[in-house]
C-alpha cells in the first residue's frame, strides 16, 4: 500500500510544479501584470487622443503675436475673410438708418382732430365752445363754420374721420427732423445715402439724405410740405393753412431715431454679405501667411486653419494615421516607462488596482486640464503647463514620498510637454519646478508649509522661464523683453496659486490616498482631543502607558528614518478600546485585586482580545485616519495570548478535556504591513515588560530588548512590512536608549537604604510572566 501511495504523491507534486516552458505564460498572467497592462493601455489611449486632438488643431488666436513667421505648406484656396469682411462692413453701413413716427406727438394731434370734430358736432355757434378749447385748437368763427359744413351728415362725418386718420399718419412719414438728428445725418458724414421710416404696421418709406427737413431751421419747406398733404386729402385751403399752423403750435420732430432697429437691420445685411459675397484667395506654398512680431487677426486665424486642412488632405489618410500612430506611441514609451518605474520603486501600487486607478487618473485630469485650458486661453501656455504638473507633483509627494513624486513630476512634465508641443526648455522649467516643489515637502507640519512650498517654487520657476525665454525668444522684435517679464509673472504666480490650492485641498486629498499629513498628526496628538481625555479619565493607567510608548516609538521610529510623528500619535490612539472595560487590564487594576481572576480563561480572552476591535469602531466613530487605524488593529498582529492559553491549557489537564489550540488564543491581527506599525508592536511589548523587572539595569534591558525583537521576528509578526534586519537592530538600540533614560539610577537619600532593607520586597513576575499577561492584559 505505501509504495502504490508514493508515485502517487509524486505525481501530484508534479502537477502543481510550474513547468520551465510555462513559467512565462504563468507570469504574464498573474493579475497584477493583467492590471498594469490594462492601465498602461487605457492611459495610453486617452492621452494619445487627448495629444492628437491638441496637435490637429491651429494653436492661434486673434490678437497673439508670433515669435516667427508661419509658411503655408501646400497650395490651397480659401475664403479672404479680411477682404470678404471689409465688404461686408461697408454693406452693413451703407444701410439706411431707421426711423419711426414720433408716436406721442402724433397721438396728441389726433386727438386735437377728433376733439375739432366734437365740438364742432355738439356746438351750432362758435361762441358756446368753451374759451380753453378754442385756444387749445387756435380754433376761430369762420374755421369752425367751415368744419361744421364738412361734417354735416353721416358721410360728412366719416369722411372727416378718415382724412384725420391718413393726414396723421402720413404726417409721421415725412422726412422732418430736429437740427441734431439732421446734423448725423449729413451727406458725406456717413456711408448710406438714404433713411427709412418704418411705420407701425411695417410699411417703409425711404427718404434720400438730401430730403431730410429740419423743424427748427427749414420752416418755410416744412410748411410746404404740411400744407401740400393737408390739401391732397381735405382739398381745402383753409384747413391746409389751419392744420399747419396746428401742427407747428408745438413744434417737434415728426420721425425719431431707432437705434436698436438700425443694429439690428444693418447687423442682417452684415451676415447677409457675408454669406453670398464671400472672395476667394489663391496660396501658394511658401508664402507667409502671418508675420513674426505682428498680432494676428481674425482673418489670419481662419487662413491658418485653412492651410492646416489642407495640409491634412494632402498628407492623406494613411500619412496622417501614421502620425497619430507615432504620436500614440510616444505616449506609450512614456506611460510604459512609468509602470516599469512603478513595478521596480513602488511594487504596492502595481499589487493594489485601486491605486493605480487614483495615479492614472490624477495624470490624465491633470493632461486634459492642459489641454482644455490651452485650448480656452492659446497665450496662457506657462499657466496651463505648469499648474498641472506642479499640481501632480505636489499631491504624489503627499500622498507617497518624494523619490515618486519627484519622478512621476518629472514624467509628467515630459507628456505635458509633448502633448502642448512645446520645446526642450519649457520641458527643463516645469522639470526645474517639480524639484524645487518636491524638495522642501519633506512632510506638512503647518499651514504655512504649502503656501512658502508655492512661494520659493514660483522663485525657481521664474528665473528657469527667463533663462527659456532669452535662449528661444528672438530678441529683436519688438517687446519680447516684456513678454519674458510677463511670462516670469505668470509661472510666478502660477505656482504660488498651486500651493494656496493644494493648502485647499489637502483634506481631500488625505482622503482619497488614504494618507495622513504631519499637520493632521499634530492636531490629533494634542491633549485636549476627545478620545485622548476620555482614556486619561476612564483609563489613566492605559493613557500614562500610551505616553511613555509614544516618546519611545518616535525615537525608534527616527533612527531608522521612519515617520516619527506617525509612530507618536498611533502610539497614544493603540489602546483607546480599553476605555470601554479599563478594569480588566492590569495597569488599571488596585494592588491584590485582578477582575480575571473569577473568570475562565476563555472568557478572559474575549475581553482581552476585544479592545482591539472596541478601538477600531471607536476609531471610526470619532474619525481618525486610516493610518492610526491600522496600528490599533494591528499593534498586538496575531500574537499569543500566553498567559490564558497556559492557564486553560492547565484547566484542560485538569477537567481532563481536549487542550485549547495555540490559533484559538491569537489575536485576529492583522499584521503590522508599516514599518511604523511594527516599532509599535515591538514597543508595546517591550515596554510592559520592562515594568516587571526589579532590577531595570541596562544590561538586562538590553537583553529584554533583543529577547522580544527575536520573539516577534521568529513568530513571523514582521512578515508584512519592510523592515529589514539591520533596521530591526537599529530599532532595538534607540529603544534600549529610551529605556535606559526611563530607568535612570537615584541618589539614594539618608535613612532611605535602611528603611528599604526592613521593608519586604513584595514578590514580582518576571519579564516572561509580564509578557504574558501585563503584555498582553495591559497592552
Not at 486632438?53 to 484656396?77: I, S
Amino acid at each position: 500500500m505505501a509504495n502504490k501511495t508514493v508515485p502517487s504523491r509524486r505525481r501530484e507534486v508534479r502537477r502543481g510544479l510550474t513547468r520551465a516552458a510555462d513559467a512565462p505564460v504563468a507570469a504574464w498572467l498573474r493579475p497584477q501584470v493583467l492590471w498594469s497592462v490594462a492601465f498602461v493601455l487605457i492611459a495610453t489611449t486617452l492621452a494619445g487622443l487627448m495629444a492628437v486632438t491638441y496637435m490637429e488643431r491651429v494653436d492661434y488666436r486673434a490678437g497673439q503675436v508670433l515669435d516667427e513667421p508661419v509658411v503655408a505648406r501646400v497650395a490651397f484656396e480659401a475664403i479672404d475673410r479680411e477682404r470678404t469682411d471689409r465688404a461686408a462692413r461697408r454693406a452693413r453701413n451703407a444701410e439706411p438708418a431707421v426711423y419711426r413716427p414720433n408716436a406721442a406727438y402724433l397721438e396728441r394731434l389726433a386727438e386735437d382732430l377728433d376733439l375739432l370734430r366734437t365740438l364742432a358736432a355738439t356746438h351750432e355757434r362758435f361762441e358756446t365752445v368753451p374759451a380753453a378749447e378754442r385756444h387749445r385748437l387756435r380754433l376761430n368763427a369762420e374755421l369752425f363754420d367751415l368744419v361744421r359744413q364738412r361734417l354735416a351728415g353721416a358721410d360728412g362725418r366719416r369722411d372727416w374721420t378718415r382724412q384725420a386718420h391718413r393726414f396723421v399718419s402720413r404726417l409721421g412719414t415725412l422726412p422732418v427732423l430736429d437740427d441734431d438728428q439732421l446734423d448725423r445725418e449729413q451727406p458725406g458724414q456717413v456711408e448710406h445715402t438714404q433713411i427709412v421710416v418704418v411705420t407701425e404696421d411695417e410699411r417703409e418709406y425711404y427718404h434720400a439724405l438730401e430730403e431730410l427737413l429740419s423743424i427748427d431751421s427749414d420752416v418755410a419747406q416744412v410748411q410746404q410740405r404740411i400744407e401740400a398733404l393737408a390739401r391732397e386729402l381735405f382739398d381745402s385751403e383753409e384747413l391746409a393753412g389751419y392744420l399747419h399752423n396746428l401742427v407747428i403750435s408745438s413744434p417737434q420732430p415728426l420721425i425719431r431715431f431707432d437705434e436698436h432697429a438700425t443694429q439690428q437691420r444693418r447687423e442682417e445685411a452684415y451676415q447677409l454679405a457675408l454669406e453670398r459675397n464671400q472672395i476667394p484667395i489663391e496660396v501658394r506654398p511658401g508664402h507667409i501667411l502671418a508675420e513674426a512680431g505682428q498680432p494676428l487677426t481674425p482673418g489670419m486665424v481662419q487662413l491658418l486653419e485653412a492651410e492646416l486642412r489642407a495640409y491634412h488632405g494632402e498628407l492623406g489618410p494613411v500619412r496622417v494615421w501614421m502620425v497619430r500612430i507615432a504620436a500614440l506611441g510616444m505616449v506609450l514609451a512614456i506611460f510604459g516607462g512609468l509602470w516599469l518605474y512603478l513595478a521596480t520603486y513602488n511594487p504596492r501600487i502595481i499589487a493594489n488596482p485601486m491605486r493605480g486607478f487614483v495615479l492614472m487618473a490624477l495624470l490624465l485630469l491633470a493632461q486634459a486640464l492642459a489641454v482644455v485650458g490651452l485650448m480656452m486661453r492659446p497665450e496662457a501656455v506657462w499657466i496651463m503647463g505648469l499648474f498641472p504638473t506642479l499640481l501632480v507633483a505636489i499631491v504624489l509627494v503627499i500622498a507617497y514620498d518624494q523619490r515618486f513624486a519627484l519622478a512621476v513630476g518629472a514624467i509628467h512634465a515630459l507628456l505635458v510637454t509633448l502633448t502642448l508641443g512645446q520645446s526642450v526648455g519649457f520641458l527643463l522649467a516645469l522639470a526645474a519646478g517639480v524639484a524645487v516643489a518636491v524638495r522642501q515637502l519633506s512632510d506638512v507640519r503647518s499651514r504655512s508649509k504649502l503656501v512658502w512650498v508655492g512661494l520659493w517654487t514660483g522663485v525657481a520657476v521664474a528665473v528657469a522661464v527667463a533663462v527659456t525665454g532669452l535662449l528661444e525668444r528672438p530678441l529683436l522684435l519688438e517687446h519680447q523683453f516684456q513678454r519674458i517679464g510677463l511670462d516670469m509673472l505668470s509661472a510666478f504666480g502660477t505656482a504660488l496659486a498651486t500651493g494656496i490650492l493644494v493648502q485647499a485641498l489637502l483634506p481631500a486629498i488625505e482622503r482619497i490616498f488614504n494618507v495622513t499629513t504631519a499637520m493632521t498628526l499634530k492636531e490629533l496628538q494634542d491633549a485636549s482631543h476627545p478620545l485622548l481625555r476620555r482614556l486619561a479619565e476612564s483609563a489613566p493607567g492605559t493613557y500614562q502607558h500610551s505616553l511613555r510608548l509614544a516618546d519611545m516609538a518616535e525615537g525608534a521610529a527616527e533612527a531608522i528614518g521612519a515617520d516619527g510623528l506617525l509612530c507618536k500619535v498611533g502610539a497614544l490612539y493603540h489602546d483607546i478600546g480599553k476605555i470601554n472595560k479599563p478594569d480588566y487590564f492590569i495597569e488599571n487594576q488596585a494592588r491584590g485585586h485582578n477582575r480575571h481572576d473569577k473568570l475562565s480563561p476563555a472568557m478572559s480572552l474575549l475581553i482581552i482580545v476585544g479592545h482591539v476591535k472596541d478601538g477600531v469602531e471607536m476609531a471610526r466613530e470619532f474619525g481618525l485616519p486610516r493610518p492610526i487605524r491600522h496600528f490599533i488593529e494591528s499593534h498586538h498582529g496575531t500574537t499569543l495570548v500566553e498567559y490564558f492559553y497556559n492557564a486553560a491549557r492547565q484547566q484542560s489537564e485538569a477537567e481532563k478535556t481536549p487542550a485549547p489550540t495555540e490559533f484559538e488564543f491569537r489575536y485576529p491581527g492583522p499584521k503590522p504591513e508599516t514599518r511604523e506599525a511594527a516599532i509599535l508592536m515591538l514597543c508595546d511589548g517591550i515596554e510592559s515588560a520592562a515594568r516587571t523587572l526589579a532590577d531595570p539595569t541596562p544590561t538586562r534591558l538590553d537583553q529584554l530588548v533583543h529577547t522580544m525583537a527575536q520573539k516577534r521576528l521568529m513568530d513571523g509578526q514582521f512578515d508584512e512590512c519592510n523592515l529589514t534586519l539591520k533596521e530591526l537592530h537599529r530599532i532595538e538600540q534607540a529603544i534600549h536608549r529610551t529605556l535606559c533614560a526611563i530607568y535612570h539610577g537615584r541618589v539614594a537619600y539618608p535613612g532611605q537604604a535602611e528603611a528599604r532593607r526592613g521593608e519586604v520586597e513584595p514578590a514580582q513576575p518576571t519579564a516572561e510572566a509580564r509578557t504574558a499577561t501585563g503584555g498582553t492584559a495591559a497592552s
